[in-house]
């Protein structure tokens, strides 16, 4: 449970060894503490699993670090004493000087250890291992299933990790979580867990799938400040209006400019460079060391601008920013938040500026703010039938154990805390699918893992079972000399192979593929080819929250914000003919004529991916061949006409609300194996409840259609 700080700040800091105030004194010339460091001292001391929440740039790595460092110093711990998570690598690589400069004078060692650090770099001699780690969830699968490695981290007295907000209600989550609860097991002890985050709707949900069960637990949140924000907005239709407009904007600026895909990264990317505007673009289909370049530049002094999709809104620190553009509308709250306070540091106001093409932009951008200005943010919900890293971790287990009986395997996997959602029938299902299947095997007792298992994991020592992330089968270009360009979708390999392309504002030639590793080698060329596109690149889709904030301003027929003339008139045409019935809180049938028929729109405003699982259902209920189509607001329905269409979808509704979930989930489309790392190897109707519960988000739409609709 959440716990009270037993004792006041100023008494913690006094408390703080005399090393670490030495080093806040002369070494980072801090005068005092920041109100989250103060926070979080008391119960970091008291040994609580904390959650940090504060804004960008609001001290929350040093806020974790000092409670974890004064106890490595005061129990002088052997090995390694401190463990830092990060979901990126490059994160890694810029936190590791900021943490240095607190150490060095210490005497207290710190590496970094992921996959981007040479061999000899990640290797140190026995008894020698550093006293802090810094690292990744796939690069700590391979130290803890290394006996030696394992070995080091016996003491380890903390764990912090960077952006937890980032692996809750993902794969790497449920790794990360299993990660957690093993380095529990190899203590004997339960560590101190520290998770620094931005601002999400629910924290204390998630301090709770942070820390787990029975364990001590305390929030620190400290809210961004809700004034001093500055936004601008420009409307224009016109693309070509927009890009003169964005290189107006940022000329003479430091900005970093978010765009909502990674193909639309790159065209806007091309449009400045043909207005000879000096920019990088920065995605994550680019390689790590072009990235690393644009990175780079922005450390220096003068202007610079990136175009970026959201691989820069986490903590990577590129120096101070005059400007974010965001470049469209927004998808969430969360996003607009953490992307608003890149900029604002140094004593500045946080500033955006917004590039809209149409009133529908216009109105998610007013909702964004006016959300915002109410403290909200999204929730997070972790996974909660992740069978796909189940089988993981049960091969995990099974290499390092050599066989395990069938009741003793199932109960250590479910007794993890990620796998709670997973029932006996559940494991027994998967377990006798891998038996039938040759992926594992009996010897005697024991069950082991199969020929199946051996024949297609070992190939490459097993390095498959560290990453629980899908491969997505993306084309990786690389030139003859070694340097990695990026990764192309393998449906614009075709192309790029007969008229070659052009990335990150270089242009490339193939001169050879190599389909069955994806490889591609390039080399630079003078002809500008076409720019790549990727077929996953599109936007993530309007969130629920951001739904239902557009639908708050429609609902009482425009914003209360101090917009422009402009924005305003722009909102009101976009929602002028929007029916008076809808309601956010509810759940509203509209019908309207049409030449020949109706058309039947259920307004839910449950955001994209929510409302377009509620269309399938609809036109699993409703009679063949009617068209049912989404948006994040509403699902709609055209009626031929003669036929009562809305008791038809009424009635669909009301059986929506009565029918069992099981019947639900068969009538769901099938997603292919691919989507979840080792989906292959699970039966078909573990695959199907997985696609329902954690990315149809079934639960949350019957939910939704229980309590907010009700008949006439």
């Known amino acids: ?68 460092l004064d106890d490595l110093l005061k129990t002088g711990t052997p090995a390694i004493g401190i463990l830092y998570i990060s979901p990126l690598k490059a994160l890694i690589n810029d936190q590791i000087d900021r943490i240095s400069r607190m150490t060095a004078p210490l005497s207290l060692e710190v590496r970094a250890w992921h996959g981007d650090i040479g061999r000899f770099d990640r290797t140190w001699k026995d008894g020698e291992a ?13 130290l803890l299933g290394d006996p030696v490695y394992r070995s080091d ?53 998630l301090l709770g799938w942070f820390s787990g069960r029975n364990r001590k637990q305390h929030l620190v949140a400290i809210d961004p400040p809700s004034t001093g924000r500055r936004f601008s907005f420009t409307i224009d239709p016109v693309e070509g209006g927009r890009i003169r407009s964005l290189a107006k904007v940022v000329s003479g600026k430091k900005a970093l400019v978010f765009a909502g895909s990674r193909n639309e990264a790159e065209k806007l990317h091309a449009g400045l460079l043909q207005l000879r505007y000096p920019v990088y673009v920065h995605h994550s289909a680019i390689s790590p060391d072009l990235r690393g370049d644009a990175e780079e530049v922005m450390q220096g002094g003068g202007p610079a601008c990136i175009v970026c999709t959201s691989t820069l809104e986490l903590g990577i620190d590129i120096g101070g920013l005059d400007l974010v553009v965001q470049y469209g509308a927004p998808d969430s709250i969360s996003s607009f938040l953490q992307r608003l ?151 614009f390999v075709e192309i790029a192979a007969n008229e070659g392309f052009t990335l990150a504002g270089r242009s490339w030639r193939v001169i050879s593929r190599d389909d069955t590793r994806r490889g591609l080698l390039v080399v630079q060329s003078d002809r500008h ?35 422009p003339g402009e924005m305003q008139e722009a909102i009101w045409d976009e929602i002028h003919s929007w029916p008076k019935e809808i309601n956010p809180e509810g759940i509203a049938v509209v019908s ?32 063949p061949r009617r068209s049912v189509r989404s948006t994040y607001a509403a699902v709609t329905v055209e009626v031929p006409g003669g036929e009562d269409g809305e008791t038809e979808i009424r009635e669909a509704l009301m059986q929506l609300r009565r029918m069992p979930e099981e019947e639900l989930i068969r009538q769901l489309p099938s997603l292919p194996p691919e989507t979840w790392a080792f989906g292959r190897l699970l039966p078909d109707g573990i695959r199907q409840r997985m696609a329902a519960v954690d990315i149809y988000l079934l639960p949350e739409v019957i939910a939704a259609v229980r309590g907010r609709y009700s008949p006439l």
């Not at 959440?2 to 105030?21: D, K, M, Q, T, V």
């Not at 596109?533 to 599109?538: A, E, H, I, K």
């Open 529 to 563: 080819g076409p720019r790549p596109f990727w077929t996953g690149g599109g936007r993530a889709g309007v969130s629920p929250l951001l739904a239902h904030a557009v639908g708050r301003i429609a609902a009482r027929r425009g914003s209360d914000l101090p917009l």
């Open 130 to 142: 550093p006293h802090i780690l810094l690292t990744t969830p796939e690069s700590l699968e391979i």
């Open 341 to 491: 306070g890149r900029s604002g540091r140094r004593g500045k106001p946080p500033e955006m500026a917004f590039i809209l093409a149409s009133g529908e932009e216009a109105l998610f951008a007013a909702a964004a703010i006016e959300a915002a200005r109410h403290h909200e943010a999204e929730r997070l919900l972790p996974l909660r039938f992740p069978c796909h890293v189940f089988l993981q971790q049960l091969f995990v287990l099974l290499r390092q154990r050599r066989g395990l009986g069938r009741r003793t395997l199932e109960r250590a996997l479910l007794n993890v805390s990620p796998f709670d959602g997973i029932s006996e029938e559940d494991a027994d299902f998967i377990l006798d699918h891998l038996l039938a299947t040759g992926y594992l095997a009996m010897d005697g007792d024991l069950m082991v893992i199969g020929t199946t298992a051996e024949a297609e994991l070992s190939r490459s020592h097993w390095i498959a079972l560290c990453s629980v992330i899908s491969a997505g089968g993306g084309y990786r270009a690389v030139t003859p000399d070694g340097q990695a360009v990026g990764t192309l979708d393998p449906s």
């Open 1 to 68: 449970m959440p716990e009270n700080p037993p004792s006041s700040p100023e008494g913690a800091y006094s408390r703080l060894h005399p090393g670490i105030r030495e080093i806040l004194a002369s070494t980072l010339r801090w005068d005092d503490l920041r109100s989250v460091q103060e926070e979080a001292l008391s119960p970091g001391y008291a040994g609580a699993d904390l959650i940090i929440i504060a804004p960008t740039a609001g001290g929350k790595t040093e806020s974790a670090f000092l409670p974890a």
């Open 153 to 205: 981290l016996i003491n380890l007295r903390s764990v912090i990790v960077d952006e937890v907000h980032a692996f809750m209600g993902s794969d790497r989550g449920v790794q990360l979580a299993c990660l957690l609860d093993r380095l529990d097991l190899v203590s004997g002890r339960k560590i101190q867990r520290i998770g620094l985050s931005a601002t999400i709707g629910n924290p204390k949900e």
């Open 592 to 623: 309207e004529p049409l030449v020949e028929g109706a058309l039947i729109s259920v307004w839910t405003f449950l955001g994209e991916r929510q409302n377009a699982t509620l269309a399938h259902l609809m036109r699993y209920l409703l009679p």
